[in-house]
């Protein structure tokens, strides 16, 4: 989970081009009292406050936060800085998506989709997944969010639990495999009840499998039940074959059509990252999902020189080959799981209807300021320019002398 794989996607998307195709912002970094929208208010402090040189000040509070050298959320320089951004983007793509500014807002730096309301869990801190979504209900009745990590979604369904304005759709590999959670029989609770959606697997899955036997067709039912007014779609890539901790067999295209069935359903989505432990297939991931995403998964299989090349060594090339491994997850197996969540979701008695109720404000986000010579009015004018846009100097220019 180490944010320098969002530098080596970022650097793809870069030399790919695909970055010309978009809207790129700079995220605002989320406040506290945004983050308390879901988390507990003495987390939060706890998390804005604790650094690597202050850890003994909080002995206490490790343990009940989960957090530090034992667990597995370190605390590291700059830890709720990082918090912030994600959150922040994550938050801003759903300001977005409300507002009719954009169809579909891509945050590859969230979906960290394990954090509780008073703990951190799995490399997971602030669930910005949890926050995007209620602001998305803010505009929205219901919301559908779907996880494609190899890890149960636990902390998203544990914050829904008990509601019927969001179903939780999660495909991960269940047993002895953190967090333990997500079995098929955990359904929901009270007017929840029906809408925590869990398909649990075993080692080996692959591409045809994945999508056709469960994803597809689940999904499929889920929208004629559910009828969400948006989605969510967690893209976690340690599903995909040769990841560090995952044991799927999923390949770069296997993945991505979970992405493009997802985008052509038509419906403002929230695409967001999540697992991933080895780096050069992370980003390898990420950036051929923005290229579906652009409607381009024609991009050349040689990877772009970047600075960060010598890491796909040493075929250097986008898309990966399944590994020689047996797919413990049987016809029959899969059959019995498709068959069960289908018949739990045609027991749902339709889509749940909403109260009309006065919308929550959106959050705010911070203005430019008014001297910033970069700022541009809608259709893209500077206030002391021509309109001309200017590349970053991080940017790659197509022509080098």
């Given at each position: ?37 879901f ?42 800085e ?22 579909i807002?891509?945050?590859?730096s ?61 495909i ?101 990252g ?85 919308v ?14 970069d ?27």
């Open positions: 989970m180490k944010p320098h794989r969002l530098k080596l996607a970022h650097h793809l998307i870069l030399t790919y081009g695909l970055y010309k195709e978009m809207e790129c912002y700079k995220p605002h970094p989320a406040a506290a009292g945004e983050m308390t929208q988390h507990s208010e003495d987390y939060v402090n706890f998390m804005a406050k604790v650094t690597p040189d202050n850890l003994r000040q909080f002995a206490g509070s490790m343990q009940k936060f989960n957090a530090g050298e034992t667990t597995d959320c370190p605390v590291f320089d700059g830890l709720f990082f918090t912030q951004l994600y959150t922040g983007a994550s938050l801003d793509g759903a300001i977005q998506l409300c507002q009719g500014q954009t169809d807002a891509v945050n590859w969230g979906g960290l989709h394990h954090a509780k309301k008073g703990e951190a869990s799995g490399f997971c801190y602030i669930n910005d997944i949890v926050l995007a979504i209620l602001e998305l209900l803010k505009v929205h009745p219901r919301v559908l969010y779907i996880d494609i990590d190899v890890h149960h979604g636990d902390g998203v369904e544990e914050a829904f639990y008990t509601t019927d304005r969001v179903m939780t759709f999660s991960h590999k269940y047993g002895d495999f953190f967090p333990g959670t997500g079995h098929i029989s955990d359904v929901g609770a009270k007017d929840g009840t029906g809408f925590s959606v869990n398909a649990p697997l075993s080692n080996g899955i692959t591409d045809d499998t994945y999508f056709r036997d469960l994803f597809q067709p689940v999904l499929e039912k889920i929208m004629q039940v559910f009828q969400p007014g948006a989605i969510v779609l967690q893209c976690g890539a340690d599903s995909l074959t040769g990841d560090r901790l995952g044991c799927f067999n999923l390949t770069l295209k296997g993945h991505a059509e979970c992405v493009k069935y997802v985008k052509n359903l038509g419906l403002p989505t929230l695409v967001l999540g697992g991933g432990y080895t780096i050069r297939n992370v980003a390898r991931c990420w950036a051929y999902e923005t290229a579906v995403l652009l409607d381009r998964p024609d991009i050349p299989n040689e990877i772009p020189y970047n600075d960060y090349y010598e890491y796909y060594a040493p075929d250097f090339e986008l898309h990966l080959n399944p590994e020689p491994m047996e797919n413990l997850n049987s016809p029959d197996m899969l059959s019995a799981i498709r068959i069960e969540l289908l018949e739990q979701l045609q027991n749902l008695q339709g889509a749940p209807s909403v109260a009309m109720q006065e929550p404000p959106a959050f705010e986000r911070p203005e430019a300021p008014e001297d910033d010579p700022v541009r009015d809608a259709v893209g004018k500077t206030k002391n320019g021509d309109g001309t846009r200017r590349q970053h100097g991080s940017e790659l220019y197509d022509h080098v002398d």
